[in-house]
């Protein structure tokens, strides 16, 4: 079993900053990669920014420039620190994380999210 767990969320004013972290717990051998995606109300899921085991780092264009994804391999943990928000990012963030076996299958796993408000 695998928990996966964000925090950092909460109500920030536009241009400012907040950081996420996301930490996966349970039955790990290794990550394979750890991402953010966001839905606000109304609208589908949308992927933001993701980092693999390879060091691949990859951002939606909306965020880039602005987001910047990092990892502690050490605590199993990932980081998005948000800078420059705008009203357009709130949302819930949710942390989907690929975590690999001892055998070498890899299996998904996602958050409860956390709410991301930005509002004056």
């Known amino acids: 079993q695998v928990h996966v767990v964000e925090s950092g969320g909460g109500l920030v004013q536009p241009g400012g900053s907040l950081r996420l972290s996301c930490t996966a717990s349970?039955?790990?051998?290794?990550?394979?990669?750890m991402g953010w995606y966001r839905q606000a109300p109304g609208m589908q899921r949308e992927w933001v920014a993701h980092?693999?085991?390879?060091?691949?780092?990859a951002y939606a264009d909306s965020v880039k420039g602005r987001f910047t994804i990092s990892r502690d391999n050490a605590k199993n943990t990932a980081y998005l620190q948000m800078n420059s928000l705008k009203p357009e990012d709130t949302a819930v963030y949710y942390c989907?994380?690929?975590?690999?076996?001892?055998?070498?299958?890899?299996?998904?796993?996602w958050g409860q999210g956390t709410q991301v408000t930005v509002s004056s």
């Open positions: 989907n994380t690929g975590v690999r076996t001892i055998g070498g299958q890899i299996y998904n796993y």
């Open positions: 349970g039955n790990i051998f290794s990550i394979s990669f």
């Open positions: 980092s693999t085991d390879g060091a691949a780092i």
